[in-house]
């Protein structure tokens, strides 16, 4: 795998010291904000949902906006402008550029295919042990979610959350700012790779312990990947496909 980037040092190398980046503690601190503001965004939209219909601001209210699927998506978008605030200002309090901080260059093709074949590698490997332990290979409430959003003529509104507004908010947040931080850090680039794919894995909570188990492996590519191309642009890319995929035959399958 060097060999497609032989001028980048081995993941053992320690990055070089830069004032103009948070390191561990500013970095998991500033973590904490962003996820925070991603939560505002999300929880925002439903809370402003809720007083547009003239529902009480309650916690039973919100659980029941948020279970429409055109205020989902509404919820997983919102939390992408709030996102990139959060960053930008964390960004330009250290007065470094964003576009470099968060390496938003664009991979060369090579390093696209390459990304691509070895994230399929991985999504097949854990559909064929899926059928072979005889799971389901979505999450059952995701697949009733994308159902009804199709049925109620949301598909297309879910479709952009789920495969843009969504990757680009938490690849933003874990392979982005996270995986900066902590790679100049004591943790270096191996465990910036596995602490960042950690967060990520626990913005899903919301799946059971074998799914997360998935989410995990596929951070590790992701970091990897973003190590290796010098870019988040990569990641997002990849990141979206994987959902694009998702989406579109659970949607396909489920009709």
């Known amino acids: ?21 948070w390191k561990f503690w500013g970095t998991s601190l500033w973590g904490i904000v962003i996820f925070a503001a991603m939560f505002v965004g999300q929880v925002g939209a439903i809370v402003y949902l809720a007083w547009v219909r003239g529902d009480p601001i309650d916690l039973a209210s919100m659980q029941r906006v948020g279970s429409d699927p055109a205020a989902l998506a509404l919820s997983v978008t919102m939390g992408l402008p709030a996102t990139l605030a959060a960053v930008w200002l964390a960004v330009r309090i250290k007065k470094a550029a964003f576009v470099d901080y968060l390496a938003l260059n664009w991979p060369s093709w090579k390093q696209l ?27 059952g409430f995701m697949t009733e979610l994308l159902k009804s959003g ?8 879910l479709l952009f959350a789920f495969s843009v507004a969504a990757p680009m908010s938490e690849e933003v947040l874990a392979r982005g700012f996270l995986y900066r931080g902590w790679s100049a850090s004591f943790l270096r680039v191996p465990g910036a790779i596995l602490l960042s794919s950690l967060v990520w894995t626990v913005v899903h909570l919301q799946y059971d312990m074998y799914f997360l188990a998935e989410v995990f492996t596929i951070g590790l590519w992701f970091g990897y990947m973003r190590y290796r191309a010098n870019s988040l642009w990569l990641t997002i890319v990849l990141h979206a496909l994987n959902n694009l995929t998702a989406v579109v035959l659970t949607m396909w399958l489920g009709s």
């Open 150 to 157: 199709r049925d109620k003529g949301a598909a297309l509104f």
């Open 1 to 21: 795998m060097d060999s497609l980037n032989p001028e980048l040092p081995p993941l053992t190398v320690t990055p070089a010291v830069d004032a103009r980046v």
């Open 113 to 139: 295919l390459f990304g691509a074949v070895g994230l399929i590698l991985i999504v097949v490997a854990w559909e064929t042990m899926s059928r072979a332990l005889g799971r389901e290979a979505t999450p």
